[in-house]
């Protein structure tokens, strides 16, 4: 009795997928993205969340979806578990109306209504396959999917309603495959860090 117990539990061991496949599975669509799943194009959520080393980000970032230098309302909080609570992407605040811009060079993969929000997808050129794909919400496209778009060009406009946010905001997210980044993270420092512009005095002529 005793060695077929030790059979079948060795048996068992063997079969069992490992810990690393059943994270990277990660979970149904439904909610929304601030929330832990529902992109369109990729329902699943990847892993636990957090940057792996084979998932380095290029800063190939050359403007802010929103803005100079938006507010940051609520950062990217990284889950511990695949059915953790955190938030997968950044809340930048934005009033209804706000041109929205694809951050870097890309194609629309999305672009339409998901749960009543209004969801623009962007796959990044040039970073792997999959490649890095920007999502923005709630944001009413002015651009079909499949259109090739430039970074700094203008893909929609924050909606008034569907936000998570206590404030006007819209949700900006990154993905590799169904595995959630740090959307900042494409951002280069000076872009990170730079204020809003200020006018410089010329030749002695005051500014007001």
Do not use: N
Not at 137 to 151: F, L, Q, Y
């Amino acid at each position: 009795m005793r060695l077929a117990l030790v059979v079948a539990l060795t048996v068992a061991a063997l079969l069992a997928p490992p810990a690393s496949r059943l994270f990277a599975v990660g979970v149904g669509a439904g909610l929304g993205e601030g929330e832990g799943a529902g992109d369109p194009a990729s329902s699943p959520v990847g892993a636990s969340g957090r940057r792996a080393a084979d998932d380095a980000v290029p800063t190939i970032g050359r403007t802010w979806p929103v803005g100079v230098r938006p507010r940051v309302l609520r950062g990217w909080e990284p889950p511990a578990t695949v059915y953790g609570p955190g938030h997968r992407g950044v809340d930048l605040a934005a009033p209804p109306g706000t041109p929205v811009r694809a951050v870097a060079d890309g194609r629309v993969s999305f672009a339409g209504r998901v749960a009543g929000k209004g969801v623009v997808s962007v796959e990044l050129a040039g970073t792997g396959d999959p490649p890095l794909r920007t999502t923005y919400e709630p944001v009413r496209a002015s651009v079909p999917r499949g259109t090739e778009v430039k970074a700094g060009e203008v893909i929609g406009t924050v909606e008034a309603g569907g936000s998570h946010c206590t404030a006007p905001c819209v949700h900006w997210g990154l993905l590799r495959g169904g595995a959630y980044l740090d959307p900042l993270s494409l951002l280069p420092p000076w872009l990170l860090q730079r204020g809003p512009s200020r006018l410089l005095p010329v030749l002695g002529v005051p500014v007001p």
